[in-house]
């Protein structure tokens, strides 16, 4: 069964103390990975798309790297600003238009 | 603003009401969906419509209704629902089309309450 996780589940950072967060998932086969962003009360923001193993991407502190079976999304230096969900997501080749979503870590940036 | 809007933002509503979500999007996509974000749960695909056509239904309570008028229009009919509905309902679009790397792009959602 197609499964995606996301670890941790909550992660506390003082401001300028860089960590990464995880995806991990199990699809057969992907078609690509997604990383949004959620606000309290507001809809998922797109962050990334990802392809294939090895790809990275950067935004601003945001950096997101792919591998065969997970992928991580780095963040250097953070700021209160970036406290948020981060949810996680994957498109599976044989699942159509079915995305398959993490349950999310929730980052909060202490000043 | 991401080019998808949905309305109304809140909404409470009692079991035996009928109440509509409306999403619309500016972004030229074809494809759109519903989602039902729960506390501590993934988010839950409901429907999906590909150029007006219902793709995908995850087997959905039949009191949940949608309806796609036009590529940028989506509406969600509610009818008799249970306190376990309450939810944050989520619209999203992407290009659409054949089954491609897609991109979803989310509205700000409707936070519903049924009491």
């Known amino acids: 069964e197609d499964q995606v996780t996301q670890s941790p589940e909550a992660l506390r950072l003082q401001e300028g103390e860089s960590s990464s967060l995880n995806c991990s998932y199990t699809v057969s086969g992907l078609r690509g990975l997604f990383w949004y962003r959620q606000d309290p009360g507001k809809g998922p923001e797109f962050l990334f798309t990802?392809?294939?193993a090895g790809e990275e991407k950067e935004k601003e502190r945001l950096k997101a790297t792919l591998t065969k079976k997970e992928s991580f999304l780095h963040i250097t230096a953070p700021k209160p600003e970036d406290s948020a969900t981060y949810l996680c997501?994957?498109?599976?080749?044989?699942?159509?238009?079915?995305?398959?979503f993490g349950t999310g870590t929730s980052l909060t940036v202490i000043p | 603003e991401t080019g998808v809007t949905q309305t109304p933002r809140h909404l409470v509503m009692g079991m035996t009401n009928k109440k509509s979500l409306k999403c619309e999007q500016h972004?030229?996509?074809?494809?759109m969906y519903w989602y039902k974000q729960s506390a501590k749960k993934p988010l839950e695909l409901m429907f999906v419509?590909?150029?007006?056509?219902?793709?995908e239904n995850n087997s959905v309570p039949s009191r949940f209704s949608p309806e796609c008028p036009n590529s940028s229009h989506l509406f969600l009919h509610l009818h008799t629902l249970q306190p376990e509905d309450s939810a944050l309902y989520l619209c999203?679009?992407?290009?659409?089309?054949?089954?491609?790397?897609?991109?979803?792009?989310f509205g700000p959602g409707t936070r519903l309450l049924v009491l």
């Open positions: 972004l030229g996509h074809n494809a």
């Open positions: 999203a679009s992407s290009r659409g089309g054949l089954p491609s790397q897609e991109t979803q792009y």
């Open positions: 990802l392809y294939s």
């Open positions: 997501a994957v498109q599976a080749p044989l699942s159509g238009n079915q995305f398959y």
């Open positions: 419509y590909n150029f007006k056509e219902q793709t």
